[in-house]
């Protein structure tokens, strides 16, 4: 819940039970952007701010290599193949291109190949050139001429088998004409959308989903629309969408059809596969500059969407001997596009709360054309974004997509700007519920603080309300809570506790043992029920951290809980706290590990009454019980800090942490230099390992027993 603000901190920084909780964050969160471009071909955020969160969980786990997590994202390369086709392997992985920009890099390019080949620096370089589309890569299997299987790229070597929707593509052979063909070979190329297809089916989605239909959407740009429509279930639907094909490249191959890699393409054309027609043989590669500008005058005029011409050295023994380097080939290059730009007006800004309650800023203008795509939208990021750049609402602003990036503004045409256009006021107030919505000193995003109740962080807030480490209801995982909150019955935490009186509402629902003689569905209600009437009575700290009060993760409600005692003490002293000069506020900032940022996250919170109606709503249903005080008792572990690990026989592990921690200790999930005990369970693996090397003792159960005052 408090991810953001984690984020924020240097991993050097981070306490291990940060580190856990942030790894955790990072791994939900990047799975879901991954499903969000990779399936369903709607990123959310830029490239640019994926890579950071991949950057950040590879930091934290290079500092905590013991924390790294089965899922973690690090263990999996992005564009995972969707979990509804099968996965197939390529012959040959498929590579990505490296970038050029102008005609210097392109020179340096050539040169590092005349180089690698020991050519002499007047031996001239033979290219082919072909216009680079912006659609998706596909890999297809022939044998004995036959077309057996498709695949997208996926991560470069495994892909998504799309067999059945690639045939249905009119531009695709079946069959191979003419002869020659080798036994088996794979022939690559892209799949896309033309222009005006794009627009037209577009349209007529828009329309479908203005009609209220289920699951229908519009898309971006032509590049989401063709990776949409080849990602069908149902074949019969990809069928009906204006897909095309070029071919341009070889994989894995029985015999090679050809020594150059012109003569391969009209080899592709001869066995009848499109081959673009534009693509062109360059003899020198001082014509490709020339190339380049003509294909840039005729970019606007093509029927598809271009954002550079693609340079691959003619020789295939050449291409063969330079190889590749990471993921891109020494012998070939995209020669990219500038960025494309266009001028449009600004009608309004909107601003959109996001499921951790963030406002953020989005311009809407008069639709525009911006090579090729219609663009309305824009995300101004922030508050400070916009004064920075003055975007004023009138204003004409500069827009600009640099290849499959969402568009940005760049800038405002000042002449243009009308007299009485005034400098935008970011809102104080969220636009979903009201509440008071502050931007912590230091940060730049303004978020709303009515966690509890804001129904654009609802579902997001109860699904970690109910949460194992929170909560703990079993049964109430995302997807059911999303049924209580469309159904209108859970809208706050303490409306889970009053479900008790819609269960016959609850189970005339299907799948919630409605019309089935299954004993599990049927159970489904009152198990749930149950589930719930087990946690009328938590451990404080537990409740604190269910709040999802941002910054207050497991280890500082720990901290809280512990300091505070009992839960009237707590929200006492938190309603004090919130006056900035008070004893109370002191004396929160003072708790070693609290500070003066999680002081004002939690003064945040309880000034908003909303959250306080919602607190003490929640208050009624369930009964937090009062925590032990660190290092208070006289047992041998009071103040000591201890690590279980592998299974005890005698109590589960939650209960010897839970018994560890009332005795005074402080229980962490690794061992390290400071770690005072290791108690090893059976099958313990590499945790006892460490203690040993460490020179940490290990305790066995019996031992632990006896510390604890049970034997
Ligand atoms: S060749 C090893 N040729 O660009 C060579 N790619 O950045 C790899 N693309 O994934 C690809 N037109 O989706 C090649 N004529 C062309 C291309 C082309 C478009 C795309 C393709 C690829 C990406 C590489």
Redesign the pocket.
Known sequence: MNADSLRARPVEALTEEEAAEELAALAREIAHHDHAYYVLDAPEITDAEYDALVRRNAAIEARFPELVREDSPSRRPGGEPAEQFGKVRHGVP????D?VFNAADFEDFCARIRRFLGLPADERLCFVA????????VNLVYEEGRFVRGAT?GDGTEGEDVTANLRTLRDLPQRMKGSGHPARIEI???VFMEKAEFLAFNAQQAERVAAGAKGVRVFANPRNAAAGSLRQLDPRITAQRPLKF?A??MGAASERPAETHWSYLERLRDWGFPV?PL?RRIEDEREAEAFQREMADRRASLPYDIDGV?Y?LDRLDWQDRLG?VGR??RW?I?WKFPAEQATTKLLRIEIQVGRTGALTPRAVMEPVNVGGVIVQHASLHNEDEIARKDVRVGDTVILQRAGDVIPQIVGVVLEKRPKDAKPFVFPDRCPACGSHAVRPEGEVVRRCTGGLTCPAQAVERLIHFCSRNAMDIEGLGAENIQKLYDEGLVRSPADIFRLARHADRMRSWEGWGAKTKKGAEAKKVANLLAAIEARRRVPLERFIFALGIRRIGEANAKLLARHYHSFANWRARMIEATQKESEAREELEGIQGIGPAIAAELEAFFSEPRNLEALDDLAREVTPEDAPAYGDGDSPVAGKTIVFTGTLETMTRDEAEHLAERLGAKVTKSVSKRTDFVVVGADAGSKAKKAAELGVRTLSEEEWRKMAGLA
Not at 94 to 97: K, Q, R
Not at 130 to 137: N, V
């Open positions: 498929m590579l990505s291109l970038n072909e216009p680079k589309i912006d659609g998706l890569s790229r690559r190329g892209e070029f341009y490249g673009n693509s693609v691959k590749f891109a080939p070939a995209a």
